[in-house]
């Protein structure tokens, strides 16, 4: 079974500075989709980027980007000069690209953003 | 308004009690979920359902159970609710058009059992 590790219980950055969320995951499978949530205090899960196994190219949404490795199952996420709006919890989920396709989580990273 | 709702969004009850959480979608989705999420764990899948006919056990299905009363319509039931079933539940749908479809989750419900 896949799994999803966040080792980043909790993280904090000052405002405009830039901020990095780890995640590292476990498969046997080639295709598949890794994707990063955001939570923040309204409990609304909202994607915030996603990525497909089979591109090389790091995807990237505005200030947000990501470091795709895929020897090393790594999908990390970069924020580029943080706003006060990105304070939530960061989910890293994974999905496989055959058989009922659902989402598997990590366990949460919780951002702080310092004024 | 929501493409995804949820009813109730908080709900106290007691141990042994039924509780159903509805979720609804406008999005036109064939494929709806369930997730309940508690601290440190993340989200995990109770039950998923590609259409009326198909409904299937997530990872977590013990205490649960589910009615797709329509393609717009998932269900969730706790036929007799103990404590450890609090927790936050989200309903998620997604349109399994591709292999890489998004799901799009509802706001979430907040269950508290006594």
């Known amino acids: 079974a896949q799994t999803v590790t966040q080792s980043q219980p909790e993280m904090s950055v000052q405002e405009a500075e830039t901020v990095t969320l780890s995640c590292t995951y476990d498969?046997?499978?080639?295709?598949?989709?890794l994707f990063w949530y955001k939570q923040p205090p309204s409990r609304q899960m909202i994607l915030v980027i996603r990525q497909e196994a089979y591109k090389q190219q790091n995807a990237t949404e505005n200030r947000f980007s990501v470091n795709f490795q895929k020897a090393a199952k790594s999908f990390s996420l970069k924020i580029s000069d943080s706003q006060l709006g990105d304070a939530a919890m960061y989910f890293c989920?994974?999905?496989?690209?055959?058989?009922?396709?659902?989402?598997?989580f990590g366990q949460g990273t919780r951002l702080t953003i310092n004024p | 308004d929501a493409d995804v709702t949820q009813t109730p969004r908080n709900r106290i009850t007691k141990t042994g009690k039924r509780i159903m959480l509805e979720c609804s979608q406008t999005?036109?989705?064939?494929?709806m979920y369930w997730y309940r999420q508690d601290p440190g764990l993340g989200l995990r899948l109770i039950y998923y359902s590609f259409d009326v006919k198909d409904i299937n056990k997530g990872e977590i299905s013990d205490g649960y159970s589910v009615s797709r009363q329509a393609q717009a319509k998932f269900s969730l039931s706790l036929e007799s609710a103990i404590p450890n079933q609090t927790a936050l539940y989200f309903c998620?749908?997604?349109?399994?058009?591709?292999?890489?479809?998004?799901?799009?989750f509802g706001p979430g419900t907040r269950l508290t059992v006594l």
């Open positions: 498969t046997s499978e080639s295709d598949y989709y």
């Open positions: 989920a994974y999905r496989s690209g055959r058989g009922a396709q659902k989402l598997v």
């Open positions: 998620a749908t997604s349109d399994g058009s591709g292999r890489g479809d998004t799901q799009y």
């Open positions: 999005k036109g989705h064939d494929r």
